[in-house]
């Protein structure tokens, strides 16, 4: 094995390539990484080759083997590259809710912008300077509380938790609307839901019934969805934290809205 694969990407600095008459130009890692983004964003990980970027370059597959040594560090270099997209402030603000509440809008928003780092999520840890920067920020937010850094580490962990869960449903919803040519509202009527009537009218799952009848949070705007889970989250948070430090805030509520569930067992 090569000591490149003995060493992460971010070890090994970048080598310049030189150019003049008669030479190909140059690249760099940031070139293409760009590259692969971009062929990520419209056509899936699946599409993101060696072979397919040199392409895309306009160079051979084996001259990009000069900036990265496989595809490990492709991947290492594209998800960091989608997670400096993150707009956070140098410093947390003081308020730990809204610094928290802002990575995982923030981690929402880069998710949904590329579903390929959401579905990556868990693999091993990226270490690179962007994915470093906002671990900071996340972790310095909860800093001066009298935590340990493992409760730091574990409450931060939560956040990042939920926030790709919920990015990830949300992504495989649009992936399934787009796919069937159903949104959750049509498919809830029109689909699922003659058989969703025929369950709730068995009496047999009362627990389910009740979420049909009475849940308001699965028929919110998917925006609005992600903000809800995200109280409950934070309240988990604000109980591992000092009294002093920030109480648990009401999760909001309002009128349930109408299921388009219960609208299809009224017509039937």
């Known amino acids: 094995m090569s000591s490149q694969h003995n060493t992460t990407i971010w ?3 970048e080598e310049s390539e030189r150019t003049g008459r008669g030479r190909r130009p140059g690249y760099n890692r940031g070139q293409i990484t760009q590259a692969a983004v971009a062929v990520a964003d419209e056509e899936g990980m699946d599409a993101v080759t060696m072979r397919r970027l040199a392409a895309e370059l306009g160079t051979g597959a ?23 997209e993150m707009a956070l402030p140098t410093q947390p603000s003081g308020n730990w ?14 998710g949904l912008r590329h579903p390929w780092q959401i579905a990556l999520a868990n693999r091993r840890p990226t270490l690179g300077p962007n994915s470093l920067r906002v671990q900071e920020f996340a972790m310095s937010a909860l800093d001066g509380f009298g935590l340990d850094i493992d409760e730091i580490a574990s409450l931060i962990g939560m956040l990042s938790d939920y926030a790709h869960s919920a990015v990830h449903r949300e992504i495989g919803w649009l992936e399934q609307a787009r796919r069937t ?13 003659p058989y969703v009537a025929e369950v709730v009218a068995s009496g047999q799952y009362p627990m389910f019934t009740r979420s049909i009848e009475q849940a308001r949070v699965p028929h ?8 809800y889970g995200l109280a ?4 988990g948070i604000a109980a591992g934290l000092p009294a002093e430090s920030g ?22």
Not at 181 to 193: F, I, P, R, T
Not at 220 to 227: G, M
Not at 232 to 235: F, M, R, S
Request: charged letters at 25%.
């Open 11 to 13: 070890m090994r600095p």
């Open 62 to 84: 084996m001259s990009l083997y000069r900036y990265v040594a496989g595809r490990d560090d492709l991947i290492d270099l594209m998800i960091d590259a989608a997670v400096g």
């Open 97 to 110: 809710r809204e610094d928290l509440t802002l990575v995982a809008e923030q981690t929402r928003a880069v």
């Open 181 to 193: 040519g159903m949104d959750m509202a049509q498919w809830m009527s029109g689909y699922v839901g």
């Open 220 to 227: 919110l705007p998917p925006e609005e969805r992600f903000r």
């Open 232 to 235: 409950h989250v934070l309240n």
């Open 247 to 268: 109480r648990a805030v009401a999760v909001p509520d309002g009128p349930i809205p109408s299921c388009p569930l219960n609208r299809s067992a009224d017509r039937s």
